[in-house]
């Protein structure tokens, strides 16, 4: 059971540049989660799935798409890297609705985009 | 909309002694939950405990408890005897039910001394 898996662990993108953010989850979780965090300070949500097929935008979706075919992938998508989207990216997933749902983190992909 | 804030962006505690972290919000629906997040100088995303809106005791786990005053919308995390491996940054966090969006908080970097 590996949890929550992200690849790459570290890029280096040209402004410009395109590249796919991979995320899978091995609990057979429904709902799953992309955030960003920059430099010192919180998680922002980029966009949120509850289920296959079903993506919705979070806080910051500008510059970024998601899908959802499987349960276990959630990847993200940038299409035209820009330097404002370096930051760290986190992909979380949590079984579902209501009580203690905590989610489970990767554990995140560096990106840098010059 | 939903709001997470946490005043304290650092705090400087002695070893052993307990320490209170802040975190207020708000939001319009009855139904949430609260989470603290402790992330160390290593990246990763660790849960430490959960509040449901309609618990009627204040959650505990080991050291932390979380002192929950729901009319002021308050949820502060408290660390009993605090260790050096406490020195993280904490996050705190809410899910509104309603919609399954799970946000976070700016964080307080907490710095634990010998």
């Known amino acids: 059971n590996a949890g929550v898996t992200q690849t790459p662990k570290f890029r280096i993108l040209k402004i410009g540049q395109s590249m796919t953010l991979q995320c899978t989850q091995d609990?057979?979780?429904?709902?799953m989660y992309w955030y960003r965090q920059d430099p010192g300070m919180g998680l922002k949500l980029i966009y949120y799935?509850?289920?296959?097929?079903?993506?919705d935008k979070g806080e910051v979706p500008n510059g970024y798409n998601v899908s959802r075919s499987t349960t276990e992938d959630f990847p993200l998508r940038l299409e035209l890297a820009a330097p404002s989207q370096t930051s760290v990216y986190f992909c979380?997933?949590?079984?579902?609705?209501?009580?203690?749902?905590?989610?489970?983190f990767g554990p995140g992909t560096r990106l840098l985009v010059l | 909309a939903q709001k997470i804030t946490q005043t304290q962006p650092g705090m400087f505690v002695q070893e052993k002694e307990a320490v209170t972290l802040d975190c207020t919000y708000d939001?319009?629906?009855?139904?949430?939950?609260l989470f603290w997040y402790k992330q160390p100088s290593s990246g990763e995303m660790i849960f430490l405990i959960y509040?449901?809106?309609?618990?009627?005791q204040n959650a505990t786990e080991g050291r932390y408890s979380l002192n929950f005053q729901k009319a002021r919308k308050s949820a502060n995390l408290v660390i009993s005897a605090s260790q050096l491996g406490d020195s993280a940054m904490y996050f705190c966090?809410?899910?509104?039910?309603?919609?399954?969006?799970?946000?976070f908080g700016k964080g307080t970097r907490l710095h634990i001394l010998p």
């Open positions: 979380a997933s949590s079984y579902g609705q209501g009580g203690q749902e905590t989610q489970y």
């Open positions: 609990m057979n979780h429904n709902y």
């Open positions: 799935s509850v289920g296959a097929g079903i993506t």
């Open positions: 939001t319009s629906d009855p139904s949430y939950g």
């Open positions: 509040q449901g809106s309609y618990d009627q």
């Open positions: 966090a809410m899910r509104d039910i309603r919609d399954d969006k799970i946000i």
